[in-house]
């Protein structure tokens, strides 16, 4: 039987495993997709059990996206380019760490109908998943990416892996076409971002990465405001699609019945 891993700390609310087998036995594979809780200090042994082929692939969340890294014995063009993995597999006797995110997000947006070309975008957040979400705005080709977090040097430290990205003072507002909340506030229902939702005027398009909630406080204000809005559900269905693909050669559905699992 093939076994499948997401590992993170925390990892208690992860959804993969549920998405996972749910394709799994769709597709009549023979495995068992888990999630395991993790220290750094375990990380080496876990990944030298996808080389000995004990464990067939394994799904990184926060916050170990980067610290995989020197573990793998190689990386795909875009997890070096945004110096993060949450997808690992073995191919040719070598581990390999590939991103999978940043297929995720730009197949959401594709999904939901908004043409990014050209706009400009507000990112708030510099944690696990804003390189790949700054990656693949660059690909759609947006005309500005204006990025922000409580904690400037993290920012200021993504703009050295894209350097024509403008970094904002935490709690300064901008104007945007797309604001993204790749923060973690929202995650517990009464959290919210402070943001003044007057000041962009309506008719914006308010993304958020959570999907769990299914709508922040961040979603529902900005509605209340006449903007349009978007969780992160098919940002993640799309992610574990992808990494589904790579690993079992086989593109599982994506159908009303998978997006209800969720
Ligand atoms: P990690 O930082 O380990 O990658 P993450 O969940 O991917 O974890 O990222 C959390 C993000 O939410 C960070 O951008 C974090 O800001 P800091 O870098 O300043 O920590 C942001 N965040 C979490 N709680 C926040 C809060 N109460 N106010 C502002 N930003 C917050």
Same mark, same amino acid.
């Given at each position: 039987?093939?076994?499948?891993?997401?590992?993170?700390?925390?990892?208690?609310?992860?959804?993969?495993?549920?998405?996972?087998?749910?394709?799994?036995?769709?597709?009549?594979?023979?495995?068992?997709?888990?999630? $395991?809780?993790?220290?750094?200090?375990?990380?080496? $042994?876990?990944?030298?059990?996808?080389?000995?082929?004990?464990?067939?692939?394994?799904?990184?969340?926060?916050?170990?996206?980067?610290?995989?890294?020197?573990?793998?014995?190689?990386?795909?063009?875009? *997890?070096?380019?945004?110096?993060?993995?949450?997808?690992?597999?073995?191919?040719?006797?070598?581990?390999?760490?590939?991103?999978?995110?940043?297929?995720g997000f730009e197949l959401a947006i594709k999904y939901a109908k908004y043409d990014l070309a050209n706009k400009k975008i507000f990112v708030l957040g510099a944690g696990g998943v804003s390189p790949s979400i700054i990656y693949a705005l660059r690909k759609m080709k947006v005309s500005k990416i204006s990025?922000?977090? $409580?904690?400037?040097?993290?920012?200021?430290?993504?703009?050295?892996?894209?350097?024509?990205?403008?970094?904002?003072?935490?709690?300064?507002?901008?104007?945007?076409?797309?604001?993204?909340? *790749?923060?973690?506030?929202?995650?517990?229902?009464?959290?919210?971002?402070?943001?003044?939702?007057? *000041?962009?005027?309506?008719?914006?398009?308010?993304?958020?990465?959570?999907?769990?909630?299914?709508?922040?406080?961040?979603?529902?204000?900005?509605?209340?405001?006449?903007? $349009?809005?978007?969780?992160?559900?098919?940002?993640?269905?799309?992610? *574990?699609?992808?990494?589904?693909?790579?690993?079992?050669?086989?593109?599982?559905?994506?159908?009303?019945?998978?997006?209800?699992?969720?």
């Amino acid at each position: 039987m093939k076994k499948y891993l997401v590992i993170g700390n925390p990892i208690e609310h992860s959804m993969s495993p549920k998405l996972h087998n749910y394709w799994l036995k769709e597709n009549n594979i023979n495995a068992i997709y888990d999630k $395991r809780k993790l220290e750094v200090s375990e990380l080496k $042994r876990i990944i030298s059990q996808v080389k000995e082929e004990k464990i067939n692939g394994i799904n990184v969340t926060v916050p170990f996206k980067k610290t995989v890294i020197p573990f793998l014995d190689e990386l795909s063009t875009e *997890a070096k380019d945004t110096q993060s993995v949450n997808t690992i597999y073995f191919q040719n006797g070598i581990t390999i760490g590939h991103n999978t995110d940043i297929a995720g997000f730009e197949l959401a947006i594709k999904y939901a109908k908004y043409d990014l070309a050209n706009k400009k975008i507000f990112v708030l957040g510099a944690g696990g998943v804003s390189p790949s979400i700054i990656y693949a705005l660059r690909k759609m080709k947006v005309s500005k990416i204006s990025l922000s977090n $409580r904690t400037k040097e993290k920012a200021e430290s993504l703009k050295n892996l894209f350097k024509d990205i403008e970094i904002v003072d935490w709690g300064e507002r901008i104007d945007f076409d797309m604001i993204i909340n *790749a923060t973690s506030i929202g995650l517990k229902n009464e959290d919210s971002l402070n943001f003044d939702y007057s *000041a962009n005027g309506p008719d914006k398009y308010f993304y958020d990465v959570i999907y769990n909630p299914k709508e922040t406080l961040f979603l529902k204000r900005a509605k209340l405001f006449g903007n $349009r809005t978007e969780n992160g559900k098919m940002m993640f269905i799309y992610q *574990a699609h992808q990494s589904f693909t790579i690993w079992n050669k086989i593109m599982p559905k994506i159908n009303e019945e998978v997006i209800k699992l969720i």
